[in-house]
C-alpha cells in the first residue's frame, strides 16, 4: 500500500461487508489488494533478503506469526486462518526466496508469474466461505480452481474442501505444482492442464469457483459450472473500467447474483495453453 501512516498504527485491510449473502463494495478503501507486483521489485526484495524472526522456516511458530498477521488485518474466518497455518508457503517458492516465504508479498515462480500474498490469497478464501452453502456445510465442497500457479493455493483449498480441480494454462508450472502437492502428499487434489476459461466441464458442477487471474468479465462457462447454492469469486474488470475488483457471484434457483468486493490487480486472464 502506497499510503503512509503514523508509526506504530496499524490499519485494518479487511474485510469488506461481511454481513448477509451480498457484500457490500469495499471500493472506499484505501490501496489496492494486489497478488502480484512487479518482477524488479521481487528481485530488489529477494536481495535484501528479509527473513523471518524466530526459529526455522519449517516451524509451525514461523507459519502462527503470518496467521497473526492476518488476524490482525482483518481475516475473521478460522477455518481459512487454520488452512493457512497448516500448509508450508516456503515449500512452494524458490530456494533463494525462502527468507521471505512468510512476510505478506508475492513472489515469482517463473514465466513472469507470482505466487499471491498470502494476505490475497486468505481473503479471496475467505469470501468463499461467507457463501450460504459453504457455512452451512461447513467446508467448500467441490472446488474448481483456475490458475494452479506453483500449487500453494490449492494445498489450502484441499484442507477446507472435499475435492480440488485446479486448471493450469502453463505446462511448465502445471509440472511444478504437480511436483510440490506430489512431494507434500496433498490429499483431494486433482491437476489438470488445460485452458482455464473453459473451466472443467467433466467435474462440473462446483460448489465453489476461485480464479487468479482476471479478464474483462466472468467467462460465461465458469457461470454454467457453477452449481445452484454455489459461490464464485474472480477478479474482473470494474463497472467505472478503472480496474480491476472481486467479482462475488453467488448461484440460487432464480440465477446468478453478482456482489462486488475489494479492487485487486491480478494478472491478465488468458485463453489457450502453453
Known amino acids: 500500500m502506497s499510503d503512509k501512516k503514523p508509526a506504530g498504527t496499524r490499519t485494518a485491510r479487511f474485510p469488506a461487508s461481511l454481513e448477509g449473502r451480498a457484500p457490500a463494495p469495499a471500493m472506499t478503501a484505501p490501496g489496492v489488494l494486489r497478488p502480484q507486483r512487479l518482477l524488479h521489485e521481487v528481485a530488489q526484495d529477494a536481495a535484501r533478503q528479509v527473513a523471518p524472526r524466530g526459529l526455522g522456516l519449517d516451524s509451525a511458530p514461523v507459519r502462527q506469526r503470518m496467521v497473526q498477521r492476518l488476524r490482525s488485518d482483518g481475516v475473521r474466518c ?3 486462518l487454520t488452512a493457512m497455518g497448516h500448509v508450508p508457503r516456503h515449500e512452494f517458492v524458490d530456494t533463494a526466496l525462502v527468507a521471505q516465504a512468510y512476510e505478506d508479498t508475492s513472489l515469482p515462480i517463473g514465466l513472469s508469474q507470482t505466487i499471491s500474498k498470502p494476505s490475497v490469497v486468505a481473503r479471496m478464501i475467505e469470501w ?37 480441480i485446479s486448471v493450469e494454462r502453463l505446462k511448465a508450472l502445471h509440472e511444478l505444482a504437480a511436483r510440490h ?94
Open 78 to 80: 478460522e477455518p481459512v
Open 181 to 274: 502437492l506430489h512431494r507434500l502428499q496433498v490429499p483431494r487434489c486433482r491437476l489438470v492442464y488445460g485452458d482455464g476459461m473453459r473451466g472443467h466441464p467433466p467435474n462440473a458442477p462446483y460448489d465453489t469457483i476461485i480464479a487468479a487471474a482476471g479478464g474483462e468479465d466472468l467467462p460465461g462457462s465458469w457461470l454454467d459450472q457453477l452449481a445452484v447454492g454455489g459461490r464464485l469469486v474472480a477478479p474482473a474488470r470494474s463497472n467505472d473500467g478503472r480496474g480491476q475488483v472481486l467479482v462475488i457471484v453467488d448461484r440460487t434457483p432464480d440465477g446468478w447474483h453478482r456482489s462486488f468486493g475489494e479492487a485487486v490487480q491480478f494478472v491478465p486472464l488468458k485463453s489457450g495453453t502453453h
Open 128 to 164: 468463499l466461505y461467507l457463501g450460504e452453502a459453504a457455512r452451512q456445510r461447513g467446508h467448500l465442497g467441490r472446488v474448481l480452481e483456475i490458475g494452479t500457479g506453483c500449487g500453494y493455493q490449492a494445498a489450502v483449498l484441499a484442507h477446507l474442501s472435499t475435492q480440488v
